[in-house]
């Protein structure tokens, strides 16, 4: 496809499931990012990917985050046991790496913890 | 880490008016960007600025950004409604290469 796509766009879980949220990037590009936007504290960074590079993992919130990016194309992020303050849009960006840094956004994935 | 100003928090402009938005960071930047926001939707990118005192334009949006790199202003001339929306800047300090940190940005509402 053109753009960054995400899926779902829309989750509702039960307090304590874990989730799996795709990002597909764009072809070709090498670095991709995981950000989470909720209310009231804006957007946040929690990791990135470049390459073959092992992924900056620094703004996972807790152990309950993983992800993952296979074959350098589609991404994975996994919320296990998964809580309310979990509850956010989570976007998906691309870039053609780390000279270049003009991040195409996903639309998101918004999640909703009940 | 750094700190990211983003100002105002939110601006009320009358179409055909123009507006400026500031973004301000506690570092020198490698990079900054700017991006606007729909209600529900991704961001879309606007422009990214790397060099001190570079400047660019697209359209009715001009951005700068001040030659110490830390300092920046996206500003829209003769503002109409497919203007508004939530504008972001996103700053890639030069210490912490690769993602972006965000402000708050900046809810831009345009009356008739």
């Known amino acids: 496809g053109a753009g960054v796509s995400q899926s779902p766009s829309n989750k509702v879980t039960e307090k304590g499931k874990d989730v799996e949220l795709r990002c597909d990037p764009i072809?070709?590009?090498?670095?991709l990012y995981w950000y989470r936007q909720s209310l009231g504290q804006g957007l946040e960074f929690l990791i990135y990917?470049?390459?073959?590079?092992?992924?900056?993992k620094s703004g996972l919130p807790s152990d309950r985050f993983s992800a993952e990016r296979t074959g350098g194309s589609v991404s994975t992020l996994t919320i296990q046991r998964t809580q309310q303050e979990d509850s956010a849009v989570y976007l998906c960006a691309s870039s053609s790496g780390p000279d270049y840094n003009e991040q195409y956004f996903g639309p998101g994935t918004r999640l909703t913890v009940t | 880490s750094q700190e990211l100003e983003q100002s105002p928090q939110s601006l009320i402009v009358q179409e055909g008016k123009n507006l400026t938005i500031n973004c301000t960071s506690s570092?020198?930047?490698?990079?900054l960007y700017w991006y606007k926001q729909k209600y529900g939707e991704g961001l879309i990118f606007l422009m990214m600025?790397?060099?001190?005192?570079e400047e660019k334009s697209h359209e009715k949006i001009t951005a700068k950004l001040d030659e110490k790199k830390q300092q920046s202003s996206l500003h829209i001339t003769a503002s109409q409604p497919s203007h508004a929306g939530i504008y972001l800047c996103?700053?890639?300090?030069?210490?912490?290469?690769?993602?972006?940190?965000f402000g708050a940005g900046t809810q831009v509402v345009v009356t008739p």
């Open positions: 570092k020198t930047l490698y990079g």
């Open positions: 996103g700053a890639e300090p030069t210490d912490s290469w690769g993602k972006l940190q």
């Open positions: 990917f470049q390459g073959n590079s092992a992924p900056d």
């Open positions: 072809s070709g590009h090498t670095a």
């Open positions: 600025l790397q060099k001190g005192g």
